[in-house]
């Protein structure tokens, strides 16, 4: 997995490319909670994504609830289908801002 990030002001683009798994996670987390402060508008392009697991999932909920909690905005865009239906499935797009 790789994340680049592009801040702006308070917009924060954070461009992930690979898997978001188990083992990548945590990793993930990480890096979005260094990047976070005085952000209120994130936005995760998962153009390059390929897949997501359980542990993935648990890292963009927190994400999107913290920035919640900051009245800020979270959305995920450019979304493939396989990664849309896994979305679809534990009812993350009801929860989560899909662009």
């Given at each position: 997995m790789e994340v680049k990030f592009n801040k702006q002001d308070s917009t924060l683009t954070?461009?992930?490319s690979g898997n978001i798994d188990t083992v990548t996670a945590p990793e993930l987390d990480t890096k979005l909670q260094e990047n976070l402060s005085g952000?209120?508008?994130l936005i995760l392009d998962f153009a390059a994504v390929d897949y997501i697991s359980s542990a993935g999932l648990r890292v963009i909920l927190m994400t999107?609830?913290?920035?919640?909690d900051v009245d800020g905005n979270?959305?995920?865009?450019n979304v493939n289908e396989d990664v849309r239906d896994v979305f679809e499935m534990t009812g993350f797009d009801s929860l989560?801002?899909?662009d």
């Open positions: 954070v461009a992930i952000i209120k508008d999107n609830q913290l920035m919640e979270m959305t995920v865009k989560l801002n899909l």
